[in-house]
């Protein structure tokens, strides 16, 4: 989220500003955030979900192909 997260630019002189503003954002927020968009567990079920849409599998037709203990994670 431009201002939140970072800051979307266009120029080198926008990008210059935005430098400077850098400690305006809120460390803590960033990080909440990455964690939670980029987790080994978020980021495993999303490529999952694009495996399945790419050969044309549904989450219940592949749980009924793989063995149960395949999908286990720790």
């Keep these: 989220?431009?201002?939140?997260?970072?800051?979307?630019?266009?120029?080198?002189?926008?990008?210059?500003?935005?430098?400077?503003?850098?400690?305006?954002?809120?460390?803590?927020?960033?990080?909440e955030s990455a964690l939670e968009r980029f987790s080994t567990e978020r980021m495993v079920d999303d490529y999952e979900r694009v495996y399945r849409v790419l050969i044309g599998i549904s989450r219940v037709a592949a749980a009924a192909t793989v063995p149960a203990w395949a999908g286990e994670r720790t």
Excluded at 4 to 30: K, S, W
């Design 1 to 31: 989220v431009n201002g939140v997260h970072g800051f979307l630019v266009e120029t080198e002189d926008e990008m210059l500003a935005a430098v400077e503003r850098v400690g305006t954002l809120d460390r803590r927020t960033c990080r």
